[in-house]
């Protein structure tokens, strides 16, 4: 039997499309995701999986730009670069 973790995920992101189109400066926005696995890897895996479906079914038509993912329960801080 696995034992799963519950794993809180800060998803940060922008969008700079949306920026641009309304001449305002990038602004960073963030979701959080819940999630359930064996580790902090999968978590992150898992609450990307999250992120992506949600935009997808979004209504916009900007691109949303990860640049930052927390994962609480571990050392890492993913900071994505361009």
Known sequence: MTN???FRVQI???TPMHDK???????????TYIVEATDSEGAV???????QSAAALSSV??????VRV??????????LTP
């Open 61 to 66: 038509s900007w691109q949303r730009k990860i």
């Open 45 to 51: 895996h898992d609450a990307l999986r999250h992120f």
């Open 4 to 6: 799963l973790l519950q």
């Open 70 to 79: 927390q994962c609480d329960g571990s050392d890492v801080d993913w900071v």
């Open 21 to 31: 189109y309304q001449h305002k400066a990038a602004r960073t926005y963030s979701g």
């Open 12 to 14: 940060h992101y922008q």
